[in-house]
C-alpha cells in the first residue's frame, strides 16, 4: 500500500532557525541555481560561508512533519549514496543555538530521502517500481564540529506520489557513537526538511534516471507540507558545481535548534 506524508500538521512546540534562499539573497548571499550560479573554480571555504550565514541570520520558523519513511539506528557516514545513480549532491549545514546564534558541536545531523525513482531504502515498491533494497542507501548523518557544519554528500533526490522533491532531517545531540557505524540514545531536538529551487527540479527530472520515474512530479508550489512553512522552511541555497545539471549542486543552510529541547 502506498503511503505519503501528506499531512500538513507541524510536529510539537520547538521552534528551528532556517536561512533559506531568500532569507539569504536579502543580506547578499544569494542562492544560485545551474544557469546562473556556477561554482568558482576557487570558491570559499564552505564551512567559513556557513560561519558567516550563522551571525547574519536568525529567523524563526516551524518544524516540519517528519513522514513514514524514517528508520532508527541511521549509520553514521558522511556518503549516503551506496550505489544509487544521480546527480550528485552536496549539502552543508550549520547547526546553530537558536538563543544565541553560535555554532553547536556534536550535534548528530541525519538525512533520508527516496532515490531517483521515488523508493525509499527499507520501503522499496511503495513508488511502484521494484529494485534491490537493502534498507540503507540514502540513509545516514554526521556529527557536526565546533563550527557547527555537517557536510553530506548524495544524489539530487527524486519524487513520489503527492509530494515535491525535499530531503528529510533530524538533529540529535548527546549521542553516543556504537561500534556497528550507528548512535545511540541522546536528545531529538528538530525534525524538518529540506527543499530545492523548481528551476533546478525541472532540469534534473529531464536526466536519466529521473526521467525513467513513472510517476507524476508535484512541484513545489503545490506541496502542501512545503506550503504551510513557507519559502523559510528549508528552502536550500543552491549552487552548481559545474556548468551543466550533471555536475551536480550543492545545497547549504542554517539551522537553528533549541539544544534544550
Not at 125 to 130: A, E, I, P
Request: net charge negative.
Amino acid at each position: 500500500m502506498l503511503m505519503t506524508d501528506l499531512s500538513s500538521a507541524p510536529m510539537g512546540r520547538r521552534r528551528v532557525l532556517l536561512a533559506g534562499s531568500a532569507a539569504a539573497a536579502a543580506i547578499g548571499i544569494g542562492a544560485g541555481t545551474a544557469a546562473t550560479r556556477p561554482e568558482p573554480a576557487a570558491a570559499a571555504d564552505t564551512a567559513a560561508a556557513g560561519t558567516r550565514d550563522t551571525a547574519a541570520i536568525c529567523t524563526l520558523t516551524k518544524e516540519l512533519t517528519e513522514g513514514p519513511y524514517y528508520l532508527d539506528h541511521a549509520l553514521v557516514r558522511a556518503d549516503v549514496t551506496e550505489d544509487k545513480k544521480g546527480v550528485p549532491l552536496e549539502l552543508v549545514l550549520t547547526v546553530v543555538d537558536t538563543a544565541t546564534c553560535a555554532p553547536i558541536n556534536k550535534a548528530l545531523v541525519e538525512i533520508w530521502y527516496c532515490d531517483a525513482l521515488g523508493e525509499y531504502s527499507g520501503f522499496v515498491g511503495n513508488n511502484g517500481h521494484q529494485e534491490p533494497d537493502n534498507g540503507k542507501f540514502l540513509r545516514g548523518g554526521v556529527l557536526t564540529g565546533t563550527d557547527g557544519v555537517a557536510k553530506l554528500t548524495g544524489i539530487y533526490p527524486g519524487w513520489y506520489r503527492g509530494r515535491c522533491i525535499h530531503v528529510h532531517l533530524k538533529v540529535h545531540t548527546g549521542v553516543t557513537l556504537t561500534p556497528d557505524g550507528s548512535f545511540t540514545g541522546g536528545n531529538e531536538i528538530h525534525t524538518g526538511q529540506l527543499f530545492f529551487d523548481e528551476k533546478i527540479t525541472q532540469a534534473v527530472a529531464r536526466l536519466s534516471p529521473y526521467s525513467t520515474n513513472t510517476v507524476p512530479r508535484t512541484p513545489l508550489s503545490a506541496d502542501g507540507i512545503y506550503g504551510n512553512g513557507g519559502t523559510a522552511a528549508g528552502l536550500l541555497a543552491v549552487t552548481a558545481l559545474g556548468s551543466t545539471p550533471s555536475a551536480g549542486y550543492r545545497g547549504t543552510l542554517t539551522v537553528g535548534v533549541d539544544p534544550d529541547a
